[in-house]
Each structure stands twice: as C-alpha cells, then as structure tokens.
C-alpha cells in the first residue's frame, strides 16, 4: 500500500494484486498484467524460481521489472533488485540470544542452553543469507558446548520448512519437542519470520512443562500479531525490516 501511495502521488496509475502464496495464481497475474502492456512490474516473488517464462514475455515487451524482498531467480529479465539486508537481520536475532544469556561467560560458569531452529522455504535465497549470519555468530558457542541442539538440525537445509508454510512449522515444532525436549524444555527459538511464529508458539503451548519453563523467542518481519506476542512475552524478539 505504501508503495502503491507513493506512485500514485507521482501520477503513476497502480494494479495491485496479492496471490496469496500461490504461485500458480501470482504466474497468472503477472501474464495478465503483461498482457495489458503495463509499463513495469513490481514483484515480491511466492516462489523465486517459477517466473522465468512469463519474465521473458515481459522483457520483449520492455516492461521494467523490479524484483522486491526476494531475488528472482533463474532469469536474466530482471531491471533491478530491492530487498532487506538478511546478514544484519541473521546477526541482530543471533546476538540477542548471546546478550540475553550472557553466553560470553556461560563456559565459566558451566552453563549450557539448547536451541532449535526453523526457517524459510529451501529455496528461499534470504532465508540461506539469514542462517548463515546467525551460525557466523554461533558457531563458537556451540564448539564451546555452550549451544546444543539436540534434533542436531543445523544446516539451513535441515531447518527449512517446506514452502514456509504455517501448518507444516507448526507441526514440526511439535514432533521436535516430542522427540527431544520431553524431559527439560527447548531455552531459545529461531524462526525465520514472523509469520510462522505464531504457529511455533501454539506447537509449543501444547507441549507439557512449557508454560512454566518459557523459551527465548526470536524472529522477524514485525506483523500485527509479533507485537501482540511481544507484550504476552510468547516472544522475546521480533527484528523490523
């Protein structure tokens, strides 16, 4: 909407159209709109690698095309790329986690705290940047055992949630915490973006020893409901982009 605002102002009329997660449904929009000979396009990609066809259509037509918030990928057809900076947002979750408990001293003092792990869809390119800035940060505190994971899940393409999506985070989350965290519950969450953690955090409602023994949330993206979460202290971190 801000965006549509913004050129609006400057006389540009504006389409907007929301695929609701749906690639097919976005693929469709977009040939309509290139169809209709607009003068550019804007897209935040449901899926980075599916527009490669329709893109090549647009570029023949000279229709400029800006890719927002993720990469598109696979095509040469692109004007120009717009997007948040994941290293800062991957290192900004991490470094809470290391304030938040102290783990520069928790080797002295013989403490150790587990975490676990749940991000973007596997070929989400931001969600790889994110995890990555993260592990540069974590890395030596899981080599000092003060980390430990014990799903032993790590790697992005272990902690990526297929197609992002809600239902699967949720029951994931839960299937973890069954499988490792009946006896003392999970100390720190990561979840790639706000939007499945809302999701994580009824996965973790339903787990039993929960309630009393809170984890450390951290996520990003800042939706309605994050802020909601913030002030029930179902999360402790939501970063803005």
């Known amino acids: 909407e801000t965006i549509k605002k913004g050129l ?31 003068s550019g396009l804007i897209i935040c990609p449901v899926n980075s690698g599916d527009l490669k066809d329709v893109l090549k259509k647009a570029k023949k037509q000279g229709i400029t095309v800006i890719s927002y918030d993720r990469l598109i990928g696979n095509t040469e057809n692109l004007s120009s790329y717009v997007g948040f900076d994941y290293n800062d947002i991957g290192k900004e979750m991490a470094e809470y986690f290391v304030k938040e408990k102290k783990l520069d001293s928790a080797k002295k003092e013989k403490k150790s705290y587990t975490i676990e792990f ?82 994580i955090v009824s996965a973790l409602k339903g787990q039993s020893g929960f309630e009393k023994s809170w984890p450390v949330i951290v996520s990003s993206g800042n939706n309605q409901a994050a802020f909601e979460r913030l002030k029930e202290k179902k999360q402790a971190l939501s970063v803005y982009q």
């Open 118 to 199: 749940f991000m973007g869809a596997l070929d989400d390119m931001n969600g790889r940047i994110q995890m990555d800035a993260m592990m540069d940060v974590l890395d030596p505190y899981f080599d000092q055992g003060v980390l430990q994971c014990k799903s032993l899940r790590t790697i992005y393409e272990d902690v990526s949630i297929a197609k992002a999506s809600k239902e699967i985070a949720e029951k994931t989350c839960e299937n973890i915490m069954k499988a490792n965290y009946m006896d003392s519950p999970v100390d720190l969450i990561c979840v790639g973006n706000d939007d499945m953690t809302e999701n």
């Open 8 to 38: 609006e102002a400057k006389g540009y009329p504006v389409e907007l159209a929301y695929a609701g997660n749906d690639k097919e449904k976005q693929a469709q929009q977009i040939s309509q709109m290139v169809k209709e000979k607009v």
